[in-house]
Protein backbone atom coordinates (compact mmCIF):
# COMPACT_ATOMS: atom_id res chain seq x y z
CA UNK A 1 0.00 0.00 0.00
CA UNK A 2 2.76 2.15 0.95
CA UNK A 3 4.31 2.04 -2.67
CA UNK A 4 0.64 2.02 -4.25
CA UNK A 5 0.45 5.57 -2.21
CA UNK A 6 3.83 6.61 -3.66
CA UNK A 7 3.00 6.03 -6.87
CA UNK A 8 -0.08 7.75 -6.70
CA UNK A 9 1.33 10.92 -5.41
CA UNK A 10 4.36 10.83 -7.99
CA UNK A 11 1.45 10.63 -10.57
CA UNK A 12 -0.58 13.56 -9.32
CA UNK A 13 2.24 15.93 -8.89
CA UNK A 14 3.65 14.96 -12.58
CA UNK A 15 -0.22 15.55 -13.55
CA UNK A 16 -0.42 19.04 -11.37
CA UNK A 17 1.73 21.52 -13.51
CA UNK A 18 0.43 19.79 -17.02
CA UNK A 19 -3.41 20.50 -15.76
CA UNK A 20 -3.04 23.36 -14.56
CA UNK A 21 -1.20 24.62 -18.08
CA UNK A 22 -4.00 23.15 -19.66
CA UNK A 23 -6.74 24.53 -17.55
CA UNK A 24 -4.85 28.53 -17.67
CA UNK A 25 -5.19 27.82 -21.47
CA UNK A 26 -7.90 26.96 -21.79
CA UNK A 27 -9.69 29.20 -19.69
CA UNK A 28 -7.85 31.98 -21.56
CA UNK A 29 -8.96 30.47 -25.24
CA UNK A 30 -12.78 30.13 -23.87
CA UNK A 31 -12.80 33.25 -22.38
CA UNK A 32 -11.64 35.36 -25.65
CA UNK A 33 -14.01 33.19 -27.65
CA UNK A 34 -16.88 33.66 -25.68
CA UNK A 35 -15.90 37.53 -26.03
CA UNK A 36 -14.44 37.74 -29.41
CA UNK A 37 -17.47 35.51 -30.69
CA UNK A 38 -20.65 37.83 -29.01
CA UNK A 39 -19.06 40.67 -31.08
CA UNK A 40 -18.71 39.03 -34.54
CA UNK A 41 -21.97 37.47 -34.21
CA UNK A 42 -23.69 40.84 -34.25
CA UNK A 43 -21.16 41.79 -37.05
CA UNK A 44 -21.67 38.88 -39.39
CA UNK A 45 -24.35 36.99 -38.13
CA UNK A 46 -22.67 33.97 -37.40
CA UNK A 47 -19.77 32.88 -34.92
CA UNK A 48 -16.84 31.28 -35.84
CA UNK A 49 -15.30 28.07 -33.72
CA UNK A 50 -11.78 28.38 -32.28
CA UNK A 51 -11.49 32.26 -33.01
CA UNK A 52 -10.65 32.46 -28.96
CA UNK A 53 -7.53 30.34 -29.96
CA UNK A 54 -6.20 32.77 -32.64
CA UNK A 55 -7.32 35.68 -31.01
CA UNK A 56 -5.30 34.25 -27.76
CA UNK A 57 -1.70 33.47 -29.78
CA UNK A 58 -2.77 37.28 -31.44
CA UNK A 59 -3.29 39.17 -28.40
CA UNK A 60 0.21 37.42 -26.64
CA UNK A 61 2.03 38.17 -29.61
CA UNK A 62 1.14 41.77 -29.57
CA UNK A 63 1.84 41.77 -25.98
CA UNK A 64 5.21 40.44 -26.45
CA UNK A 65 5.84 42.75 -29.46
CA UNK A 66 5.05 45.71 -26.96
CA UNK A 67 6.88 44.85 -24.49
CA UNK A 68 10.16 44.03 -26.40
CA UNK A 69 10.80 47.55 -27.05
CA UNK A 70 11.76 50.31 -24.76
CA UNK A 71 8.52 52.59 -25.09
CA UNK A 72 6.58 49.47 -24.64
CA UNK A 73 8.51 48.72 -21.23
CA UNK A 74 7.70 52.45 -20.07
CA UNK A 75 4.14 52.21 -20.74
CA UNK A 76 4.34 48.57 -18.67
CA UNK A 77 6.18 50.41 -16.00
CA UNK A 78 3.73 53.14 -15.68
CA UNK A 79 0.39 50.41 -15.76
CA UNK A 80 2.57 48.91 -12.79
CA UNK A 81 2.45 51.93 -10.87
CA UNK A 82 -1.18 52.24 -10.91
CA UNK A 83 -1.74 48.70 -10.13
CA UNK A 84 0.30 50.18 -7.08
CA UNK A 85 -2.42 52.32 -5.92
CA UNK A 86 -5.27 49.62 -6.10
CA UNK A 87 -6.07 48.26 -3.05
CA UNK A 88 -5.06 44.62 -2.62
CA UNK A 89 -4.68 43.80 -6.22
CA UNK A 90 -0.87 44.83 -6.12
CA UNK A 91 -0.11 41.80 -3.67
CA UNK A 92 -1.48 39.20 -6.18
CA UNK A 93 -0.59 40.86 -9.55
CA UNK A 94 3.38 40.90 -7.97
CA UNK A 95 3.07 37.86 -6.42
CA UNK A 96 2.41 36.19 -9.76
CA UNK A 97 4.92 38.51 -11.26
CA UNK A 98 7.81 37.20 -8.87
CA UNK A 99 6.31 33.80 -9.43
CA UNK A 100 6.93 34.16 -13.16
CA UNK A 101 9.80 36.04 -12.82
CA UNK A 102 11.68 33.06 -10.73
CA UNK A 103 10.24 30.06 -13.40
CA UNK A 104 11.39 31.81 -16.17
CA UNK A 105 14.61 32.79 -14.91
CA UNK A 106 15.13 36.32 -16.13
CA UNK A 107 18.44 37.65 -15.81
CA UNK A 108 19.78 34.52 -14.98
CA UNK A 109 23.11 35.66 -17.38
CA UNK A 110 23.72 38.32 -14.40
CA UNK A 111 25.37 34.37 -12.84
CA UNK A 112 28.37 32.56 -13.81
CA UNK A 113 28.50 29.47 -11.38
CA UNK A 114 26.42 27.56 -8.80
CA UNK A 115 28.59 28.04 -5.68
CA UNK A 116 28.49 26.14 -2.06
CA UNK A 117 29.55 28.48 0.66
CA UNK A 118 29.67 27.71 4.59
CA UNK A 119 27.34 30.73 5.99
CA UNK A 120 26.12 31.74 8.46
CA UNK A 121 28.49 29.90 10.16
CA UNK A 122 30.88 26.75 9.55
CA UNK A 123 29.36 23.34 9.07
CA UNK A 124 26.18 25.06 7.60
CA UNK A 125 26.05 25.28 4.18
CA UNK A 126 24.40 27.65 1.41
CA UNK A 127 23.96 27.59 -2.66
CA UNK A 128 25.05 30.97 -4.17
CA UNK A 129 25.86 32.42 -7.51
CA UNK A 130 29.01 33.81 -8.60
CA UNK A 131 28.94 37.17 -10.14
CA UNK A 132 32.12 38.18 -10.46
CA UNK A 133 34.92 39.10 -8.30
CA UNK A 134 35.48 41.61 -6.04
CA UNK A 135 36.90 44.92 -7.27
CA UNK A 136 37.22 48.62 -5.62
CA UNK A 137 37.90 49.78 -2.17
CA UNK A 138 36.66 46.42 -0.51
CA UNK A 139 39.20 44.51 -2.40
CA UNK A 140 41.73 47.05 -2.02
CA UNK A 141 41.53 46.74 2.24
CA UNK A 142 41.32 43.18 2.23
CA UNK A 143 44.60 40.37 1.89
CA UNK A 144 42.27 37.23 0.38
CA UNK A 145 41.22 37.48 -3.24
CA UNK A 146 37.29 38.21 -2.87
CA UNK A 147 34.60 37.09 -5.40
CA UNK A 148 31.06 38.36 -5.29
CA UNK A 149 28.49 35.57 -4.18
CA UNK A 150 24.72 36.31 -4.58
CA UNK A 151 22.71 34.61 -2.30
CA UNK A 152 19.18 34.21 -3.18
CA UNK A 153 16.06 33.91 -0.75
CA UNK A 154 13.72 30.78 -0.97
CA UNK A 155 11.19 30.59 -2.22
CA UNK A 156 11.46 34.01 -4.65
CA UNK A 157 15.27 34.40 -5.85
CA UNK A 158 14.57 37.59 -7.02
CA UNK A 159 15.77 38.94 -3.60
CA UNK A 160 19.01 38.11 -1.41
CA UNK A 161 22.09 38.86 -0.19
CA UNK A 162 25.42 40.29 -1.29
CA UNK A 163 28.49 38.11 0.28
CA UNK A 164 32.10 38.33 -0.53
CA UNK A 165 33.82 35.35 -0.14
CA UNK A 166 37.36 34.31 -0.48
CA UNK A 167 38.00 32.15 -3.32
CA UNK A 168 39.51 29.65 -1.29
CA UNK A 169 36.37 29.50 0.73
CA UNK A 170 34.44 28.18 -2.30
CA UNK A 171 33.04 25.03 -3.66
CA UNK A 172 31.74 25.47 -6.89
CA UNK A 173 29.09 23.11 -8.18
CA UNK A 174 28.29 21.45 -11.68
CA UNK A 175 24.88 22.36 -11.87
CA UNK A 176 23.67 24.51 -14.00
CA UNK A 177 22.59 28.59 -13.40
CA UNK A 178 18.89 27.56 -14.44
CA UNK A 179 19.21 23.58 -12.09
CA UNK A 180 20.48 25.74 -9.24
CA UNK A 181 17.37 28.96 -9.52
CA UNK A 182 14.97 25.97 -9.25
CA UNK A 183 16.76 23.64 -6.55
CA UNK A 184 16.27 27.40 -4.97
CA UNK A 185 12.46 27.97 -5.83
CA UNK A 186 11.30 24.68 -4.97
CA UNK A 187 12.57 24.48 -1.62
CA UNK A 188 14.81 21.59 -2.78
CA UNK A 189 12.17 19.36 -3.59
CA UNK A 190 13.69 19.89 -7.40
CA UNK A 191 17.00 18.39 -7.47
CA UNK A 192 19.14 18.08 -10.55
CA UNK A 193 20.52 14.85 -11.26
CA UNK A 194 23.86 13.98 -10.34
CA UNK A 195 26.40 13.63 -13.31
CA UNK A 196 27.09 9.74 -13.93
CA UNK A 197 31.19 10.24 -13.43
CA UNK A 198 30.33 11.71 -10.03
CA UNK A 199 27.26 8.95 -9.09
CA UNK A 200 30.34 6.03 -9.35
CA UNK A 201 32.98 7.75 -7.24
Known sequence: MKKIRQILLRGLLTLLPI???????????????????????LLIGRTIPGIGII??????????????????QRFLDFAERMIRR???VPRVYFALKQIVDAFTLQGKHVFNKVVLIEYPR????????????????VQVKTDAKLMNVFVPTTPNPTSGMLILVPESDILYLDMTVEEGLKLIVSAGVVVPEVPNEDKKN
Open 55 to 72: AGFIIIFIMGSVVSNVIG
Open 86 to 88: IPI
Open 19 to 41: IATVYLLYSLFGFLDRFLGGYIS
Open 122 to 137: KGLYVVGFLTGECKGE
